[in-house]
């Protein structure tokens, strides 16, 4: 685990040092170089495997080849053994060679045969030519920029920025939609010109050319047949063997357990193959409504684990400038609980295993079966619910809590009124900003500066795809490539690595994602009992209070803190705004936004959140400010 760069340059290269450096929280125990007439490679090592021998860059046998990898590959011994027999010969014990080796046996088409997370950079002297891929679903994040003779590539956005080779300008098209969708997609960062490598794709340069490969992407089309005990039993044999896959470590490894079935389930199956008690860390808040401790306990304790747990009061005005500083963008409120369980779990262990991906592969939101629920609304006459319906949920009370009745009334009523995928889209916008709503906040002049106007095709794209079939089917593999590499993976990377930790997900294992895509849709999503088949192996290493309890979710009262601690300081930065002073935003929706929640009348706080992180993540980028300075900013507002 590390973070890698590079720089193809005649004259530059010597930039890869402060590129490189940049990224010392990503790999604080080593960090090294390889130079020639083309290329620098840089990188700063955590060491997991083979502690002492594992430094990279890494070299092929004759020096042709030279590889700097952030990730794990866990079939490595396998493949390892296999390339020993065709005559391979390896200089380390660390299990990313294996890259190398079968780069000399395969070429670009190795990647089908690795089984990991990873995001690697393969620079290969005797056809001059520079191999960057990503894994399967996107676990470990690449970036990089192009112009003329010079190319740049790096784990994170800011070792580009700190080249020098570039002044950091904004991307207003990825600013249109991120508002809308929670994510940033497709290639776009929110840097003009700085682009991501997309999930299971591959990037060569060759003599300043560029062509991209995406060589996998999961197929729903195909289903098992058997009984739903059989197909029970399959999942629960591949789920144990990926649990132990993702142990390979010569490093002690622990679990992240938020109380919830995906990461107790993953924890419970780690402790079944150590031989002595895995360290599971779980935090809690003092809001009984957002408390899952008592159910994390409880999975502790019935599969012996060592428990390591806290009560955390988080102090927004000092984690959240941090946040945005290690995710090179806005932060989501989820980001608060990884980086304050993954604070805790650094000070006891390297590598940890977590549940993230059981939802968007097994049907887990609540979403999911609300899309079905929807169906029973569009019943009733489109006038009944545009006059009426709307009318009577304008005036059911806003409790500004999770999932608020007011906020469901409004958005099943709402989605009634689109079908297919356009409400799926829609969906995802609702809390947010939809077009409509955006049209109101950009000022017509930025709307003019805009390239890619289209928010929706980012989702129908996905959604109308011919490998899929089911509408459940549609909604899954929707997620899985939009807000699965484009928010929920990079947000649990940036927030473990930020405590240069090493966060692993089992259940994102490719292997897994193409299993649950060839279970039937009425396994996953059965009537409206979510993540149905999960469950049904969950229930064999869990209590049965922690399977049948409806989903919890682990979040804060933010809405409440806006209209109350936070108050003041977002009332003055709001006033503020930079988004306002370089005429991007309507100061008047600004406010009206900001007051209608500061007032009790509607919940905006999924907006305003948004509104208020971009606001602390310009003055991070483009004003020249630190994490601590900005963190003195806001508690001067707050005062």
Same mark, same amino acid.
């Given at each position: 685990m590390c973070g890698i760069a590079g720089i193809i340059s005649v004259s530059r290269r010597d930039a890869i040092k402060p590129m490189t450096a940049a990224m010392s929280h990503r790999g604080p125990d080593d960090e090294g170089y390889f130079f020639d007439q083309t290329i620098a490679l840089g990188q700063r090592r955590l060491s997991i495997i083979d502690l002492s021998g594992g430094r990279q860059p890494i070299a092929n046998e004759d020096g042709t080849l030279q590889l700097v990898c952030n990730g794990e590959i866990y079939n490595s011994p396998s493949l390892r053994t296999e390339l020993e027999a065709a005559g391979h010969r390896f200089r380390t014990a660390t299990d990313v060679e294996v890259i190398l080796h079968l780069y000399e046996e395969r070429g670009r088409s190795c990647l089908s045969r690795l089984r990991g997370m990873f995001a690697f950079a393969?620079?290969?002297?005797?056809?001059?030519?520079?191999?960057?891929?990503?894994?399967?679903?996107?676990?470990?994040?690449?970036?990089?920029?192009?112009?003329?003779?010079?190319?740049?590539?790096?784990?994170?956005?800011?070792?580009i920025l700190a080249?020098?080779?570039?002044?950091?300008?904004?991307?207003?098209?990825?600013?249109?939609?991120?508002?809308?969708?929670?994510?940033?997609?497709?290639?776009?960062?929110?840097?003009?010109?700085?682009?991501?490598?997309?999930?299971?794709?591959?990037l060569q340069w060759r003599n300043g050319n560029i062509t991209l490969d995406r060589y996998w992407s999961p197929d729903?089309?195909?289903?098992? #047949?058997?009984?739903?005990?059989? #197909?029970?039993?399959?999942?629960?044999?591949?789920?144990?063997?990926?649990?132990?896959?993702?142990l390979l470590s010569d490093v002690r490894v622990g679990a992240f357990l938020s109380g919830g079935i995906d990461s107790s389930l993953v924890a419970s199956l780690a402790a079944a193959f150590s031989s002595r008690p895995i360290p599971s860390f779980s935090i809690g808040v003092q809001d009984e409504r957002f408390n899952e401790l008592p159910f994390a306990r409880k999975v502790a304790a019935a599969s012996g684990l060592e428990a390591h747990e806290r009560i955390v009061k988080p102090d927004l005005v000092a984690i959240l400038p941090k946040m #945005?500083?290690?995710?090179?963008?806005?932060?989501?409120?989820?980001?608060?609980?990884?980086?304050?369980?993954?604070?805790?779990? @650094?000070?006891?262990?390297?590598?940890?295993?977590?549940?993230?991906?059981?939802?968007?592969?097994?049907?887990?939101?609540?979403?999911?079966?609300?899309?079905?629920?929807?169906?029973?609304?569009r019943a009733l006459p489109e006038w009944f619910r545009r006059r009426v319906v709307a009318r009577l949920i304008r005036l059911i009370p806003e409790?500004?809590?999770?999932?608020?009745?007011?906020?469901? @009334?409004?958005?099943?009523?709402?989605?009634?009124f689109f079908s297919g995928g356009e409400r799926y889209a829609q969906s995802m916008s609702f809390l947010r900003f939809t077009a409509e709503a955006k049209a109101r906040l950009f000022r017509p002049e930025a709307q003019q500066r805009l390239e890619d106007k289209d928010s929706m095709v980012k #989702?129908?794209?996905?959604?109308?795809?011919e490998n899929v079939e089911e509408l459940i089917d549609r909604m899954l593999y929707t997620d899985l490539m939009t807000r699965m590499p484009d928010h929920l993976l990079p947000i649990v990377d940036r927030m473990s690595m930020a405590h240069s930790l090493e966060d692993r997900s089992p259940l994102v294992d490719y292997k897994v994602v193409e299993f649950a895509a060839s279970i039937p849709g009425a396994m996953k999503l059965k009537g409206r009992a979510l993540k149905h088949i999960l469950k049904r192996v969950a229930a064999r290493y869990l209590p049965e209070e922690l399977i049948t309890r409806p989903k919890q979710g682990f979040s804060f009262p933010i809405g409440t803190w806006m209209r109350t601690d936070l108050r003041g300081f977002m009332d003055k930065l709001f006033r503020q705004s930079r988004f306002v002073e370089r005429a991007i935003f309507n100061g008047a929706e600004v406010q009206r936004l900001w007051h209608e929640h500061a007032n009790g009348h509607v919940d905006h706080n999924y907006r305003l959140w948004i509104l208020l992180n971009l606001e602390l993540w310009h003055r991070l980028y483009f004003e020249g400010e630190t994490p601590e300075s900005v963190t003195d900013l806001i508690r001067r507002l707050a005062a």
């Open positions: 393969l620079w290969d002297a005797n056809n001059r030519t520079l191999l960057l891929a990503r894994d399967h679903m996107g676990q470990k994040p690449l970036f990089f920029f192009s112009l003329g003779d010079t190319f740049l590539f790096a784990s994170e956005v800011k070792a080249s020098g080779l570039l002044r950091p300008e904004m991307d207003l098209d990825a600013l249109w939609h991120y508002i809308s969708l929670r994510f940033i997609p497709d290639r776009y960062t929110l840097f003009r010109g700085v682009q991501k490598l997309p999930a299971a794709t591959s729903f089309r195909s289903k098992l #047949i058997g009984s739903e005990e059989q #197909i029970v039993d399959q999942l629960d044999g591949l789920l144990r063997e990926t649990v132990s896959l993702h #945005i500083w290690h995710l090179d963008e806005p932060s989501d409120p989820f980001g608060f609980g990884v980086y304050l369980v993954s604070e805790m779990a @650094a000070k006891e262990v390297k590598v940890v295993l977590g549940g993230d991906g059981g939802d968007e592969s097994f049907a887990g939101y609540d979403r999911f079966a609300g899309q079905q629920l929807v169906e029973y609304c409790s500004f809590g999770y999932k608020s009745v007011a906020q469901k @009334a409004a958005w099943m009523n709402e989605m009634s #989702i129908l794209c996905h959604f109308n795809s």
